[in-house]
């Protein structure tokens, strides 16, 4: 027992002189932000000025040589401190502080060329380019796809690493996915076919027409106008025989819209209206022929009441009239007309086919 009593008092003395352990010194660098407390420095990035500074413990039986001083700008630095304490032992803590006062930059513009002369017509995403002194974490760029318009745009938002986020929008550009609108018509007549279209409701303008012509199963189409003009007239066709114009409009975005027509040309019967009803004497109007000097034109009501020559395709009638030594009045009734081209001199009788015949009714005293 007296043997191990002075172990016990010899391991505590050993304990009073010894040095102290390294563990319990510690060194912790410190940052003051603005008006704000003086707290340890944290390991991410501060985005206002700070001014770097030190303590250690035990504070009072140590003295330390450390980088200290005020960071205003950006900058990353690699600063240490060393203390040398009472005890003899010498601690050194290295410290790295990121200050980031500038703001980060970007710009943004489409991920891709235009479509068609200008025009984007599929939906279009933005590629951003940005920087930040403290390097850029991410980027969340746009797409547009609509609607139509001259001044689109697309745009990112980024966040660089020290968490300051910056948003940047293209110029502006053009964006449509709209074929144009086209309404076509064709107005046949003898041995030749009027053709007129008018294009619109969309945003890129139209820049051509085109027409191509077939007539039958299996037979090609023939092109026979391309341009900026609103109609056409084809005269080489032949009266009788059905053909089918496709009329195809292009905008400036490069959408096309195609409307085929269908028409049968050859002489024909233009008003009234069959079986119009009328309480005025009404303009009697066909189609031309070709070679034609003038027309007869027979009009009848329980029996033929009116035989005339006009030089030109229509003929107004009038309230009353004679005819064939008799006089006649446009009473209420149905009428009956009929029309047939004349060629050369009247005198010769030389008369083509009928052009027509069509009814139309007098629905009071004119």
């Known amino acids: 027992m007296r043997r191990l009593g002075l172990l016990v008092a010899l391991a505590a003395v050993a304990a009073m002189v010894a040095p102290a352990v390294a563990s319990a010194d510690t060194i912790t660098p410190l940052c003051t932000v603005g008006q704000g407390p003086t707290q340890p420095c944290g390991g991410g990035w501060y985005t206002s000025p700070v001014f770097l500074s030190w303590t ?17 700008t950006d900058a990353t630095a690699r600063v240490s401190c060393t203390v040398t304490w009472t005890d003899g032992f ?22 891709r060329h235009p479509d068609s002369d200008g025009w984007f017509t599929h939906p279009v995403a933005g590629t951003p380019s940005a920087g930040a002194f403290s390097g850029i974490a991410s980027c969340a760029p746009t797409t547009y796809a609509g609607p139509d318009t ?53 945003l890129a303008p139209t820049v051509s027409v085109s ?47 195609v409307q085929p027509v269908v028409v049968t040309p050859g002489p024909r019967l233009l008003s009234p209206s069959q079986d119009a009803h009328l309480s005025a ?11 034609a000097s003038y027309y007869n034109v027979q009009l009848y009501r329980n029996g033929k009441v009116l035989s005339t020559w ?12 004679r005819y064939d030594g008799h006089r006649y009045r446009l009473a209420p009734g149905r009428y009956r007309w009929f029309v047939w081209p004349g060629f050369g001199k009247r005198s010769a009788g030389r008369y083509g086919h009928a052009i027509g015949s069509g009814t139309f009714v007098v629905v009071r005293r004119a």
């Open 56 to 72: 250690w413990s035990p504070l009072t039986s140590g003295t330390g040589s450390c980088q200290a001083g005020p960071y205003d």
């Open 90 to 111: 010498v601690g050194t803590q290295s410290y790295t502080i990121k200050v980031e006062t500038s703001s980060p930059t970007a710009t943004v513009a489409p991920s």
């Open 150 to 202: 001259m001044s689109a745009t697309v745009s990112a938002t980024c966040v660089d690493n020290a968490g300051k986020t910056v948003t940047a929008t293209s110029a502006p550009f053009a964006y449509d996915v709209t074929p144009p609108a086209l309404i076509a018509t064709a107005n046949p007549a003898d041995k030749r076919v009027a053709l007129s279209w008018q294009t619109g409701g969309d």
């Open 211 to 257: 027409v191509t012509r077939s007539s039958g199963a299996g037979q090609a189409p023939e092109a026979i106008y391309a341009g900026a003009a609103n109609h056409y007239v084809d005269t080489h066709v032949r009266n009788g025989v059905q053909y089918t114009y496709t009329i195809t409009a292009i905008d400036q975005a490069g959408h096309a819209t």
């Open 281 to 291: 004497p009404p303009i009697l109007a066909w189609t031309p022929v070709t070679g």
């Open 310 to 321: 006009p030089d030109r395709p229509s003929l107004q009638l009038r309230h009353r009239w």
